[in-house]
């Protein structure tokens, strides 16, 4: 242990070699100096001047992580210990570091705006080889802290996180622009960038994802990552673990079956139309609440559209047989139709055989959208089938949809918004601990996003638009909005409250009810009547069956 | 209440057993009165029922009965669901809702609502049982996953923690 006083530092600096002082040799400290030196470092037996302090850290993080990056010359430093002389740190320092083959001189700053909190890339950094080693320097001198690796390791994977989505930005705007050479080498970029990041869990995932789906438009061109396909089959195994993993679909089935049950008060002859029966999840629950209602069950007519099975089975008839069974347990008469139609709008609607005399209700969960084209025009197939949903005059129309803005015509704006979009689900399966639902779920969500990125014209389906545009687009077609009631809404609140997360929220919103996570709307849930403007309820002649 | 109730039953029990089984009094012995029997079960708690299921192997028989369930589900909900048990029954019987839905339901949403609420609660688990009944009888082709006799099928399974058996 060195004591602070002059003698004892005249005396090392003595015996110290000529490469370690920066002082003029051989240094009679001034009283003035002596000042200077760092009391707590001192007592340790190291004398660095206070207003070194900041470089000597930087140097030995630098040192270390040499070190840590070549052990060979490091054992080669250790046995040479006699030219150095260690309690003057800052010159020790700098003299390993000069034995080591990597050049201390980083390239320019790694500049953290803090009013954005992204990064601003110098031109130098661009350029340079993003290996290890300079990397944790860069961040080391943003860090300021000696021994906590923790931090350092932490913050570069932020920083990763942020350079990933800056870079799926311009990578998305040079798409935009026609530039796939240099979209090509930013999708390079970002595939090494993405093994530094953890992909486990966080934006590294989400952009995983997206990254896979900017690579399939660059390479296999769009129309080439349709979801379509996967089998119906396979989409119908993904949307079920999608229903297990998170509460989204158990609130549009829970909502939709209040809105429905309300509406069919009073009636004895109902008949349900769904868009896309999948497994039919949706329909116990109406069933059971149907029987329990007071004054007894009505006559239960379900019509359930699907695609078709290519294989033989017929799994829009097995459904059907399982809720009869299951209607039969409760007593509640019960007729089930399949309508296989591997598209909504080549559905007609004798197709459905609507008794006149029956409530209908119509329930679309997720499928609406499909039928959008980019372009707004007068026969486009939503305004067809609309126009022949509004024909059956149904009592009900329960509309629930992705709140996302999906549809844009510019490539780079619907990219940020399903970027925004996707990553905010994503944040919230998280908190979904049930294997192998989350995992499926998961896939479930980038058939989506792979749509959504990286296919165009008829084969992207995924146009999600938000509640504002589907309320003028449902007004215009001659629906009236219901407002969907406390029940629906205390029903929702309980059954997220079930969900262990704690983020999820319900939000009324003009009558509608919308599920989000952190107050970021996720899916929205509405009910429409139909305006009976039109004198005849049957539908004209010339759509009835051809006799 | 009960429990006291349950104590002094045992103890008159084991009265009997210990000694001055020369006395000739008139012994109470609850076992000989099943219908009071089952009024002291009926109002018993969860896990209460569970213990008393244990004793012996008629308590067994009684604990396993599905009213006495139905009174442990619709016990506190006001007012009291009716025309309810037959679909209860096909679905799968109160203990089974009790177990799969009520419970967690209840334990979940207890700690903010209070017995006002418990019909909505009611409602919500009935419904989430036809669910849990419905899946359970497209069984194993449906998703490749067996569903055994006891466990909850996989839509009840946000309900479950990982933590309890």
Redesign the interface.
């Known amino acids: 242990m060195v004591l602070y006083d002059s003698t004892a530092l005249a005396g090392n600096s003595s015996g110290s070699s000529s490469s370690s002082s920066s002082k003029p040799p051989p240094p009679p400290l001034q009283p003035q100096q002596q000042q200077e030196i760092d009391g707590l470092l001192a007592g340790a037996g190291y004398k660095v001047r206070s207003s070194e302090l900041r470089k000597v850290a930087q140097r030995l993080e630098r040192l270390e992580t040499a070190m840590v990056n070549s052990p060979a010359d490091f054992s080669q430093l250790a046995s040479d210990t006699i030219h150095y002389n260690p309690s003057d740190l800052a010159s020790w320092v700098d003299s390993l570091l000069s034995e080591f083959a990597q050049p201390p001189t980083c390239p320019s700053e790694f500049v953290m705006d803090p009013v954005t909190n992204q990064t601003v890339v110098n031109d130098a950094w661009t350029t340079t080889e993003p290996n290890m080693p300079q990397v944790h320097q860069n961040i080391s001198y943003e860090q300021q802290s000696l021994n906590n690796q923790l931090t350092v390791v932490t913050a570069m994977e932020e920083d990763s996180g942020i350079r990933l989505v800056h870079m799926l930005m311009t990578c998305a705007e040079c798409i935009q622009r026609g530039d796939f050479p240099l979209a090509t080498s930013f999708l390079e970029d970002m595939q090494g960038l993405l093994t530094r990041v953890n992909t486990v869990c966080g934006i590294g995932k989400v952009a995983g994802h997206f990254i896979d789906a900017l690579g399939r438009r660059i390479f296999q061109g769009i129309g080439g990552g349709s979801i379509n396909g996967g089998s119906a089959y396979e989409n119908e195994?993904l949307y079920?673990?999608f229903?297990?993993a998170c509460?989204y679909l158990k609130f549009a089935h829970?909502t939709a079956?209040q809105a429905i049950l309300e509406a069919f008060d009073g009636h004895d002859c109902v008949h349900v139309v769904d868009f896309n029966l999948m497994?039919?999840?949706q329909w116990?629950?109406l069933?059971?609440?149907l029987?329990?209602r007071p004054g007894g069950p009505p006559l239960l007519r379900l019509t359930g559209i699907g695609p078709p099975s290519p294989d033989g089975r017929d799994s829009l008839r097995e459904i059907g047989l399982?809720?009869a069974?299951?209607a039969r347990?409760?007593?509640v008469r019960f007729a089930f139709r399949g309508v296989a139609a591997s598209r909504l709008e080549d559905v007609k609607p004798w197709m459905l055989e609507v008794n006149p005399k029956e409530s209908v209700a119509v329930n679309s969960i997720m499928q609406l959208h499909r039928l959008l084209g980019s372009e707004p025009n007068r026969n486009s197939p939503v305004e067809t089938v609309l126009s022949w949903i509004r024909s059956l005059n149904p009592k009900i129309m329960t509309v629930v949809e992705q709140e996302a803005n999906h549809n844009q015509p510019g490539f780079l704006d619907r990219f940020t918004e399903a970027l925004h979009y996707y990553s905010t689900m994503f944040d919230s399966l998280e908190a979904?601990?049930?294997q192998p639902?989350k995992a499926l779920a998961e896939i479930y969500i980038q058939r989506e996003i792979t749509n959504v990125v990286s296919c165009e014209g008829s084969a992207r389906v995924e146009r999600h638009e938000p509640l504002a545009r589907w309320r003028t687009r449902l007004s215009g077609a001659g629906f009236r909005p219901l407002h969907l009631g406390s029940n629906a809404y205390?029903?929702a609140s309980?059954?997220l409250?079930?969900?262990?997360a704690e983020g999820y929220s319900v939000e009324e919103n003009d009558g509608c009810l919308t599920l989000g996570w952190h107050s970021r709307p996720l899916i929205a849930a509405s009910a429409w009547q139909a305006l009976s403007d039109a004198p005849a309820e049957f539908p004209a002649p010339d759509t009835h069956r051809p006799s | 209440m009960v429990q006291s109730h349950h104590r002094g039953c045992h103890r008159q029990g084991n009265h009997e057993t210990v000694g001055e089984s020369k006395e000739k009094r008139p012994k109470f012995f609850i076992n000989d009165h099943v219908d009071i029997l089952i009024e002291i079960l009926k109002r018993l708690d969860c896990r209460s029922l569970c213990v008393a299921a244990s004793v012996c192997r008629l308590w067994c028989t009684i604990a396993r009965n599905d009213s006495l369930w139905e009174n442990l589900c619709f016990r506190h909900a006001s007012p009291p669901p009716t025309s309810v048990r037959s679909v209860v029954l096909a679905l799968g019987g109160y203990k089974r809702l009790y177990m799969g839905c009520v419970r967690p339901v209840r334990r979940r949403l207890g700690r903010a609502r209070r017995a006002s609420w418990a019909g909505d609660e009611v409602q919500l688990s009935l419904s989430l049982f036809c669910v849990d009944y419905y899946e359970r009888l497209g069984g194993s082709n449906s998703n490749g996953r067996l569903v055994g006799e006891s466990s909850p099928s996989s839509s009840l399974m946000f309900l479950c923690k990982p933590v309890n058996v």
Request: charged share 15%; hydrophobic share 45%.
């Open positions: 195994i079920h673990h229903y297990e509460p829970f079956n497994h039919g999840l116990p629950a069933i059971q609440a029987a329990l399982r809720l069974e299951l347990s409760v007593n979904c601990t049930v639902d205390k029903q309980m059954l409250t079930l969900f262990s």
